[in-house]
């Protein structure tokens, strides 16, 4: 389903450093098709980092793309899949914030 394969039609987007990034951006994506996650950097000052998810179907209203909340049947598995790829990746991030704390 989403794989990191720049040449599927699924991708998934590395985090990009802090000093790279901006705010307005994700810090991790991943695609199949017309869904996407991302997955949002948010720092809290009593407890540190925290992320959000966000997942959209993009679709086509003559010339012009939007976004939508809404997924049909066949969709539901797919974003299933898309927000556990999300979640390995905030596993991964908040245990590297932790080995970082360690050190």
């Not at 997924?71 to 390995?88: N, P, W």
Request: hydrophobic letters at 30%; glycine letters at 4%; aromatic letters at 8%.
């Amino acid at each position: 389903m989403a794989r990191s394969n720049a040449a599927s039609s699924s991708r998934s987007a590395p985090a990009p450093k802090q000093s790279e990034r901006s705010n307005n951006l994700p810090v991790f994506t991943c695609r199949h098709r017309a869904l996407k996650a991302a997955v949002w950097r948010n720092e809290s000052q009593e407890n540190g980092p925290f992320f959000n998810v966000t997942v959209s179907r993009s679709y086509k209203d003559g010339e012009e793309w939007h976004e939508s909340g809404s997924f049909g049947y066949d969709d539901v598995l797919i974003v299933a899949e898309l927000l556990r790829t999300c979640h390995g990746f905030i596993c991964r991030e908040l245990a590297k914030q932790s080995e970082e704390s360690r050190e």
